[in-house]
């Protein structure tokens, strides 16, 4: 038999000074987590670090001392949850937004640079490619463009017709409709080539490639009609942004593929991890963009029809786009 | 049969910057999967919603202006697909409506900030994760572009990426790895009572002896806690007839009681031994 005198000190003491304070901290975490920090009052603000500190402190202490695995358990849940909402508390929205667009994403697409000079040779490349094959091989054309895709525009057809889906205005007055299509369509391809990424980057090329060699096969078709220099207008118009676009998202998914395959000094898992976060600043970039270019080539080229002005808003975009992710958000010295 | 030598447990070890371990435990790939299903549950109805929506719109003023259905469905749609989970994952919560359901939640993996960049990069994975293999089957199968052999290779591929949770320790998807975060579980834990002061009197019903009271360790004190809590009556006896046998003691006293009386006299030891530094962690620890 041992003797039944109390201890000094015991769990059940420990658990009774404190329990209040882990109420509390319960009940701030509940109120931070369903609405805003912002409804807490000032003390209740200073109270909660205090409050998760003494639950810590309070953790460390009952897993020397006490064998109570429920009051353990809770503990280390309630303290849990509240380092995540300390520690993990980002700035206001608008600060993000802000600092996205200040810094983040242009510095984030020059971080990419690299990825972004070869996918813009390879674009180059498989244009060339695709207009020399068609040129020489008119059999080629339906190799690389699918028939509801070009729509009679294609190797046979008369130049009256060519120039008119050039430059005949709108059959139907669904400009919105066009733009709204065209901006998912062309997002969702943007997003699955940087998704592709992953697998070392591979798909991403080959989707770079084939859009590539279409574009080249149009031109193919075109510039024996004498309507080279306007079926340019025609793409460029909102083409420079939205080739811009997609040499993003595919450098975007390069960069990836890089960091998985080639992490330097650093592990597998921290190289993607970081290569990741950059490239998915560079998307949401890429989303926007192309929904600029959706509203260039939904509204724009179908209002505007003439060459020079199309070409003139071709370069502007292009020079918008350049200095913007060159310049933008460098640290000034001294 | 687990391997040898490799740790194949779903908990993982945070330490704060105060020094203080925390102990998260992995989100299992099967909660992950429900997680999912409920917010494509969700996903389906926010379209129907959407969809009906749209044909309002087109009953107030479609014969104006008809393209007003066609914009609404195709935003809404790509709204949805990309942004739903952004959306919610970039919350203080960090979880989606089925995350939450399921008491998960997203965080970073090395404790720190969540940061957006990293949940759009987990998400846009989704697009390889997910439609790619619905693509491979629904697209293929019915535009008849690719043969069957590609549609089955693709999908295989397509496949591989679905399941690499499954292949690895951490349950990271592409995303996970991508974004550098894992999912982890959120459960809140009740305090619960305290056993020990809710005993009371009872505590004293049959006293044991130092040697009665080593007979088990840590880890058989904490299941007989968890049994104590649960209060199922049948537990109690089965539990309180192992215990009598161990000990031979057959003292005229209920079965509950005599529970209460052994856990408060076991607890009070070990935890005075703790206090002394010794821990007996299992009825075979011989150490302390």
Known sequence: MTDAAAPLFTAHHFRLERETDWAELESLLDRVEKKSPKKLSED????????????????????????DAAMIAYLESLSTRAYFILYGCRDPWLRQVTGFFRIGLPSAVRALAPEIIVITLLLLASIFAGYQLVAHDPSWFYA???????????????????????????????LEIFATALFTHNSQIAILAFALGFALGIPTILLVA??????????????????????????SIHGTTEFGAIILASAAGLHIGRGVAFPGRRSRFAAAADAGKRAALVMIGVVLMLLV?????????????TDTARLSIAGAMMLLWITYFSFAGRRRHG | MARPGR????????????????????????????????DMLLIAAILIALTCLALFGFYLIGNKYPGIVLVIWLIGFFLLRNFYFIWFESGRRAATWG??????????????????????????????????????????????????????????????????????????????????TWVVEN?????????????????????????????YGQYELQRLEAVLREGNAEAITTVADVIRGKLNRWDPIGDRAFLDAYYAQTRAHFERGLLMGRRKRDKFDTSA
């Open chain 1, 144 to 174: 690389m463009i699918s028939e509801p895709m070009a729509a009679g525009r294609d190797m046979q057809a008369s130049t009256q017709n060519m120039r008119a889906s050039l430059y005949d205005p709108p059959q139907s007055g669904g």
């Open chain 1, 44 to 67: 209740e603000l200073i109270a909660l670090p205090r409050l998760y500190r003494t639950t810590l402190s309070a953790l460390s202490v009952a897993r020397e001392t006490s064998l």
């Open chain 2, 99 to 180: 995350k939450r359901r399921m008491g998960l939640r997203v965080i970073a993996r090395d404790g720190g900030q969540l940061t957006g960049a990293a949940v759009v990069a987990r998400n846009m994975m989704r697009e390889v994760e997910v439609f790619l293999p619905l693509m491979f089957l629904g697209f293929g199968a019915a535009e008849g572009f690719v043969d069957r052999w590609t549609m089955i290779a693709g999908f295989g591929w397509a496949c591989l990426f679905l399941f690499l949770p499954v292949f690895n320790r951490d349950r990271l998807r592409a995303g996970d790895l991508i974004a550098g």
């Open chain 1, 210 to 235: 084939q859009n590539g060699a279409m574009l080249g096969a149009f031109f193919a078709a075109y510039i024996p009609h004498g309507l080279g220099i306007g079926f340019l207008a025609w793409v």
């Open chain 2, 187 to 215: 459960a809140r834990r009740d305090l619960g009572i305290d056993l020990v002061a809710q005993t009371g009197r009872s505590a004293d019903a049959a006293g044991f002896s130092q040697a009665e009271l080593e007979v």
């Open chain 1, 293 to 305: 270019a959706g509203l260039l080539e939904g509204f724009g080229r179908q209002l505007i029809r």
């Open chain 2, 7 to 38: 740790d194949r447990s779903l908990i993982r070890r945070l330490v704060t910057p105060e020094g203080v371990p925390l102990h998260l435990n992995l989100a299992s790939a099967g909660a992950r999967a429900s997680a999912f299903i409920i």
